[in-house]
T-cell receptor, first 116, second 112 residues
Framework: EAQVTQNPRYLITVTGKKLTVTCSQN?????MSWYRQDPGLGLRQIYY???????DKGDVPEGYKVSRKEKRNFPLILESPSPNQTSLYFC???????????????FGPGTRLTVL | AQSVTQLDSHVSVSEGTPVLLRCNYS??????LFWYVQHPNKGLQLLLK????ATLVKGINGFEAEFKKSETSFHLTKPSAHMSDAAEYFC??????????WGAGTKLIIKP
């Protein structure tokens, strides 16, 4: 089944404790992206990747890191989480970066992160 | 710069009555526009998209949207609401650099 998976689905952590949220897609998509969703703000893009080893900042990259060492995986890293990073996070992928605006973006199920 | 505004944070309709979710956009060129739906505790699903072809776009589950350049609008409609339509709906515009810019969302409530 074609899908985007994220782990963990739920995470409660404390300020300053490094964490990684994994994202994996099995559709051989080139483009992958991370969003955070906060009430009343819709989704905001954190980082995106047009292909392996190519990443760029979205609208809200502060406090986050990403890497794209292989096509299928795009982990999101919080080196020193803070309470304002408490949010719902979505990973997404689509066929290629040139098609991101017209092709379907497939979304993972979301990761609900709470930073105390 | 591109932007999108969803005019209602909540819309409440009775089952069987029409649905109208309003979206206005701002774009310096001919935009690509999308509607996504998010059911409670679920992921995001594409409902429909406009990419400069027909101005009336049909999507899944009986939804459609009409692109009106003169009004810079892309409202989502459905003739008859069903209980399963209760969800949050997002209007999205393609931004520069191939990013997606999301509206704040409209929660659709269906009354029995």
């Amino acid at each position: 089944e074609a899908q985007v998976t994220q782990n963990p689905r739920y995470l409660i952590t404390v300020t300053g404790k490094k964490l990684t949220v994994t994202c994996s897609q099995n559709m051989n998509h080139e483009y992958m992206s991370w969003y955070r969703q906060d009430p009343g703000l819709g989704l905001r893009q954190i980082y995106y990747s047009m292909n392996v080893e190519v990443t760029d900042k979205g609208d809200v990259p502060e406090g986050y890191k990403v890497s794209r060492k292989e096509k299928r995986n795009f982990p999101l890293i919080l080196e020193s989480p803070s309470p304002n990073q408490t949010s719902l996070y979505f990973c997404a992928s689509s066929l290629s970066w040139t098609e991101v605006s017209t092709d379907t973006q497939y979304f993972g199920p979301g990761t609900r992160l709470t930073v105390l | 710069a591109q932007s999108v505004t969803q005019l209602d944070s909540h819309v409440s309709v009775s089952e069987g009555t029409p649905v109208l979710l309003r979206c206005n956009y701002s774009s310096s060129y001919s935009p690509s526009l999308f509607w996504y739906v998010q059911h409670p505790n679920k992921g995001l699903q594409l409902l429909l998209k406009y990419t400069s072809a027909a101005t009336l776009v049909k999507g899944i589950n009986g939804f459609e949207a009409e692109f009106k350049k003169s009004e810079t609008s892309f409202h989502l409609t459905k003739p008859s609401a069903h209980m399963s339509d209760a969800a949050e709906y997002f209007c999205v515009v393609k931004g520069s650099n191939y990013q997606l810019i999301w509206g704040a969302g409209t929660k659709l409530i269906i009354k029995p």
